[in-house]
């Protein structure tokens, strides 16, 4: 079984919008995707894991990683996705980069 320590996270993006990547080798990916709302604002709105990954953390790892890309580029996050949505309802200490979802069109999707 594969430690999860290593699986590296990869960040694809364009202007619009951009996913972050764990390469499983010929079992597929592992993802979260995302749309830019505006330049500091995105709204993160799938997280997918393959069955055989699922209950390793890849999902937390993702998400993590979105976190840190967030706060270095000042970017504020809608979480649209479910996943998303509930772990940041679980970590208070992400609060500086949840978006406030006022007036946002993403605020009640999902």
């Known amino acids: ?27 597929g990916i592992a993802k ?4 830019r709302l505006n330049v ?7 997280t997918h894991v393959p069955k055989g990954f ?3 953390d890849l999902a937390m790892k993702l998400l993590e990683f979105a976190i840190r890309q ?7 996050i809608v979480p649209v996705c479910s996943y998303v ?10 609060s500086d980069v949840l978006a406030d979802r006022k007036n946002c069109p ?3 999707s999902a």
């Open 106 to 108: 993403y605020a009640n």
């Open 54 to 56: 699922r209950n390793r």
């Open 40 to 46: 500091c604002k995105i709204a993160i709105d799938h």
């Open 85 to 94: 949505q509930e772990q940041f309802s679980r970590h208070e200490e992400w």
């Open 70 to 76: 967030a706060r270095r580029n000042h970017d504020k």
């Open 1 to 27: 079984m594969d430690k999860i320590d290593e699986f590296e996270v990869r960040h694809e993006r364009n202007k619009t919008s951009g996913r972050y990547v764990i390469d499983l080798g010929p079992k």
């Open 32 to 35: 979260m995707t995302y749309s």
